[in-house]
């Protein structure tokens, strides 16, 4: 089956790509800030004479808008395949734009708006991303961190308390399901893009680092209004989500070079995990194919480098510091409910990193010493991760870490006066639906089937979670009647419905055949355990994105923007036109 699936896909990639194509990036219908930097390219499917090529915008030739001639390619990758390409281009004057292309018998339109903006109304921007974060996910950390009886919540949620909400589209240009790259790139350029894809459009040539860019906001603010910028996660800094602040590439993956990027980009402050990509090759944790430091390189550069929650507050604390580095784990930085209380995943060997809050506020300490004002992303990036790995109560807990970061940021923000503009959004979502409640006391073998201890309707009741602590966090998940959350898309796993008390679900391990996954054995003769055939491909290892809309919630200068349905590209409009960027 699984070799079937594969030649099926091998075959429809290859059919694809021979099929002719005359394409035009920046895409048709894209969405331009006035005077932002992208790169103009135009692919032709064969090759074809340069004198043999037309191109017009707005019916007169393309150097009266771009100011200079494209770059004429006679054989791109070698092949009997054309292109005009033009690195670095702007438009300073709002309105629609109409590229023509014509090449013999081909012809081939695209259409832009180019956009302005009104003055600026926000000093700082704090963006908010909840990696993969469901309404599932929300719904769940509001019944664990406020309560819920008779029906009626106890409290509201940082993030779901404000003025301002609108529905997120997500998909992409090659697909209706994104991932954290080219979802979160949406945000951070406002351009659509490919899955895997970072600050580009992904085009046909092989060098994965040579695709038409589009400015980020990192390089926005910074060339045009001199502000700071911070991005935090608790995932690996080289990660999707944040790498989206300052990478260029089609390829996520790509670790190494997104470390040199962001070197090159230089954020004023940077704080996550992932530190083994920062290390040489010769150090014990590396991960790097070759012999760079950036540790020292950025020390270099007047970054002071802290690798412990204590030395990052020591730091941020001096009020001469502006910049920092803080790298707490080799990899992924591990969430709150192993940190605060299982201890589990990688704690042992970490035990000083910080927790998202402790994060958010050493960089608002460090930012706010811009006189001029910052931009920050901050990201719960484990809850994606979590997700994929079906454990559903450390995704849960990390969305309550998120919340508790939000509150923080509000409260420091109220404090200014109405200065800061704060976005909350997912970049995607997963396909997760709280049903009821799993109805089994864990001190005791199960004494029902795995689908009899579900209960839905009226049998789901309510929880019997412990009342939360001041941060909002139950100092258990083992207990008896514990929210049901339901993925529907699974790998081959054994289910069990029981949390995972010692470290994070590894619901897969290597299949028998290359590239194919299937159930990890080490859970089979666990407690109620029962064997789940998958409804996801045999090569996928793990649950996978989906397609809904995400929540985007707004409070500050600017917010009013945000209502109805949106698509994500428009939540980089709602941030450039609070900072006036496009004036």
Known sequence: MSRIFLAAAATLLLTSASLPAQTIYPIDRA?????????????????????DIKLTINGADQSAAFGKATDYIEREDGKDQSALLLRDVTLDKPGVYKIDVTAGTLAKSVTWNVYDTGARKAKNVILFIGDGMSLSHRVAARILSKGISEGKSSGKLAIDDMPHMALVGTAGTDSIITDSANSASAYTTGHKSATNALGVYADRTRDVFDDPKVETITSLVKRKLDLAVGIVTNTEIEDATPASMV????????????????????????????????????????????????????????????????????????????????????????GVLDRKFLKGGGVKKYPEQPDLTEQV????????????????????????????????????????????????????????????????????????????????????????????????YEKAGFPNYPAPDAEGYPSRVDVSRRLAIMSASLPDHYETLRPKLDNPNDPTEKGEEPGTFKANEKYKNAPGSMLRLGNLPAMMGASVHSGEDVILTATGPGSDRVKGSMDNTEVFRVMVDALGLGK
């Not at 790169?39 to 032709?44: A, C, I």
């Not at 090159?264 to 940077?270: E, F, G, S």
């Not at 996550?272 to 270099?300: C, H, W």
């Not at 480098?305 to 604390?317: L, R």
Request: hydrophobic share 45%; charged share 30%.
């Open 31 to 51: 969405e331009i800030l006035a005077g932002s930097k992208f790169d103009f390219k135009v692919e032709l499917p064969e090759k074809i004479a340069a004198a």
């Open 361 to 456: 506020q050493a960089a608002l300490n460090v930012l706010s010493r811009n006189d001029k004002g910052f931009v920050l992303m901050v990201e719960s990036g484990m809850i994606d991760k979590y997700a994929h790995l079906l454990d559903m109560d450390r995704a849960v807990y990390d969305v309550i870490m998120l919340d508790n970061a939000v509150k923080l940021a509000r409260d420091w923000a109220a404090k200014r006066g109405d200065d800061t503009l704060i976005l909350v959004v997912s970049d995607h979502s997963h396909p997760n639906s709280l049903v009821g409640t799993v109805n089994d006391d864990m001190s005791k073998e199960p004494n029902l089937p795995l689908r009899e201890r579900l209960g839905v």
């Open 247 to 334: 990478a260029h590439t089609r390829r996520r993956a790509a670790y190494d070079e997104i470390v040199a990027q962001m070197f090159a980009a230089k954020p004023d402050v940077i704080l996550g995990g992932g530190a083994a990509n920062f290390l040489p090759q010769t150090a014990e944790t590396s991960k790097r194919r070759d012999d760079m430091d950036y540790i020292v390189k950025f020390k270099d550069a007047g970054y002071p480098f802290a690798k412990t929650a204590g030395e990052m507050k020591a730091i941020a604390d001096k009020p001469d510091t502006t910049k920092l580095l803080g790298l707490f784990t080799s990899g992924n930085m591990d």
